[in-house]
């Protein structure tokens, strides 16, 4: 087979994954969020090394198959609010107040609409209606919006909204400069609620901007290169396709679904029946449950706790992780939502950063090792960490440098594992994965918070959200809301979606008779939606339709790809031999020298006791007194609560 890359870039580190006939290389760099092209070849010329021995570029992508990519930079924008000002023009009788009835609804629309809204009355003169328009638009400019989003509610809403933006788009067309990107939320989705048609469009209007400029510059400079197939973006419901059929929307904790799609492989692999993961990066933690095989998700999925019109899964996407910045707040602790992300970076990266982080915690705890941390790429400035520490926490709050990283610690550790029983409820009777370059680091002191007894960390944990990819296919969906679900309409809808799945899958290289197609007219009915299969050699309608219901014709298409392949090797339970020791500040603030173990070094069946550090090149994990580890037939790592 070709090879098989899949990448995922997140907002502090972007991971990469190659899988061969026999093999699979991985490989890491630091985000360039200046310039995300760079980092994304930075990593390719890096992973090449590891495939051929020595770098080249050239011939990883003329001997790749599929080229698959995932992000969590539009996760981050959101958790962070970083993107463009957006504006939002809506029609009388449309209340905006609709939009943001909880209070953390009206805290997103803040962040990102604010008070740029503009309502206009419809009327039936074109001039008068042009100048009504055109006046909100510069009202809107003049406030700062650089996007605009036209929302109505309308019963024809479509018609309405369309209307408008011809005006807009005749009276500023985009061979100026003072041209404005706008979208019509009736054009992204048909979806018959206001607030769910509204919200997707609002938050697909901030999203585009920054995947748009990377995935288009990334995709040039592989065509450039003279690669054989597109650059595929994986999206959030578990399928890829090329960036010019994506909806930005979907890609919304796409690097979280990779991950999840690993999790399920996995699990399956191991007979788990439910698994908790949760996947630690430099800004958030992405939390998800997979059940009987299925991963949990909706058919209108939520976008920080937003539901839009589109399926995704459900991931939490929390925000806590790696170079989240830990500050005293009055007399005790917060952790995050900000980052300091991979520039600056945590202060002992030595890039200027000021703020204190989990990853200064560790380096000060003995934890982490200055001189191998992230394969030896970095040295890390104990000095740096130290002197912010003192400033941003021991200060503030009178207490000692060792006081000090253990609470910081805690806090830590606490959001977490709030996050994880606030999502996925009691974790007695489940297995945690932990994964992303942090998951592993504070394992077993997240198990105990939330009263799991197991932990498995994947032999791949620091790249798993790029390894679990390549568990996924090429596909699209398609859905479109049907006035009169009866016979005629029916199989009009279909044809339609069908012809458009044939373009689409053309592009993609494949026919349809290569692909597998599924099709469901779902009817929503006093907020439950229900799913009815359709026979398409009769169009008969499958259930009964009463005033009120809504009918909607989905049809999904896959094209099945080649897979990754979990592999196992025969395995006898033996003591594990430590490479060597690490002094670390454990409870009561002491610190002790405990074993090390090199993940590389170790063979299936090897076993031992906390406290201990476990490490690879990627990823370090502390395991607590009171657990153990064993390496499974398949190189993960098995932490247990020993009882």
């Given at each position: ?446 198990a105990a918070n939330v009263g799991a007894d197991r932990v498995l960390i994947p032999r791949l944990a620091a790249v798993f959200s790029a390894y679990g990819i390549n568990f996924s296919d090429v596909s699209q969906e398609y859905r479109v809301v049907l006035e009169a679900p009866a016979q005629g309409a029916l199989k009009q809808a279909y ?149």
């Open positions: 087979m070709g090879l098989l890359i899949s990448v995922d870039n997140g907002g502090t580190l972007t991971d990469f994954c190659v899988i061969t006939d026999d093999a699979v290389h991985h490989a890491k760099t630091v985000t360039t969020p200046y310039d995300l092209s760079k980092c994304f070849f930075d990593g390719l010329q890096k992973v090449s090394g590891s495939v051929y021995g020595e770098t080249d570029v050239a011939r990883l992508l003329a001997e790749a198959e599929y080229i698959r990519y995932s992000t969590t930079v539009g996760t981050n924008a959101l958790v962070e609010r970083k993107g463009p000002r957006l504006g939002l023009l809506v029609t009388a009788g449309t209340e905006i107040s609709a939009l943001t009835p909880k209070e953390h609804l009206a805290s997103l629309f803040e962040g990102i609409v604010g008070d740029r809204t503009r309502s206009i009355t419809p009327v039936d003169s074109d001039v008068e209606f042009e100048t009504i328009v055109i006046r909100a638009v510069n009202e809107l400019a003049a406030a700062g919006a650089s996007r605009l989003v036209i929302a109505s509610s309308a019963p024809d809403f479509k018609a309405l909204e369309s209307r408008i933006k011809d005006i807009i788009q005749r009276k500023f067309p985009s061979h100026l400069l003072g041209a404005m990107p706008l979208l019509c939320a009736g054009e992204l989705t048909d979806d018959p609620t206001f607030t769910r048609r509204s919200w997707t469009a609002i938050l697909n209007t901030f999203l585009h901007p920054a995947m748009e400029r990377f995935l288009y510059s990334a995709d040039y400079r592989l065509k450039q290169q003279n690669t054989a197939n597109p650059l595929l973006v994986f999206r959030n419901d578990g399928g890829s396709a090329r960036v010019a059929k994506t909806t930005a929307v979907k890609t919304y904790s796409s690097g979280p679904r990779g991950g999840m799609e690993g999790t399920r492989a996995l699990a399956a692999h191991y007979g788990y029946p439910k698994v908790v993961s949760y996947d630690v990066g430099g800004t958030t933690t992405d939390i998800g449950v997979v059940e009987q095989g299925v991963i949990r998700a909706s058919r209108n999925g939520r976008c920080e706790g937003v539901e839009v019109a589109f399926p995704l899964a459900d991931v939490l996407s929390a925000g806590v992780g790696g170079s989240s910045i830990i500050a005293a707040a009055g007399k005790s602790i917060s952790v995050g939502p900000k980052s300091v992300g991979a520039l600056p970076g945590p202060a002992c990266f030595g890039r200027g950063g000021k703020e204190a982080t989990i990853t200064d915690v560790y380096l000060l705890q003995g934890v982490l090792d200055k001189s191998s941390f992230f394969g030896g790429d970095f040295s890390l400035d104990e000095s740096r960490s130290k002197a912010c520490i003192e400033a941003n926490i021991c200060g503030p709050l009178n207490w000692t440098l060792d006081v000090a990283l253990k609470e910081m610690e805690a806090a830590w550790i606490g959001k977490i594992a709030s996050s994880i029983t606030a999502f996925a409820g009691s974790c007695a009777d489940v297995v945690l994965f932990g994964f992303g370059g942090a998951g592993a680091l504070a394992a077993t002191a997240i044809q339609g979606l069908l012809e458009r799945a044939r373009r689409d899958m053309y592009a993609e290289k494949a026919a349809l008779d290569d692909c597998s197609i599924s099709t469901a007219l779902v009817r929503e009915r006093g907020g439950r939606a229900d799913e009815f299969a359709i026979d398409t050699a009769t169009f008969a309608p499958p259930c009964d339709f009463k005033a009120g219901d809504v009918a909607t014709l989905q049809l999904r298409v896959v094209k099945p790809v080649q897979r990754a392949r979990i592999h196992s090797a025969p395995s006898t339970r033996h003591e594990a031999k430590a490479t060597g020791s690490r002094t670390i500040l454990v409870a009561g603030g002491r610190r002790t020298a405990v074993p090390v173990y090199r993940i590389e070094a170790l063979q299936p069946g090897a076993t031992a006791e906390g406290p201990a550090i476990i490490e690879e090149a990627y990823f370090t994990g502390k395991v607590d007194a009171g657990w153990s580890f064993e390496i499974t037939p398949s190189h993960d790592i098995l932490l247990t609560r020993i009882k």
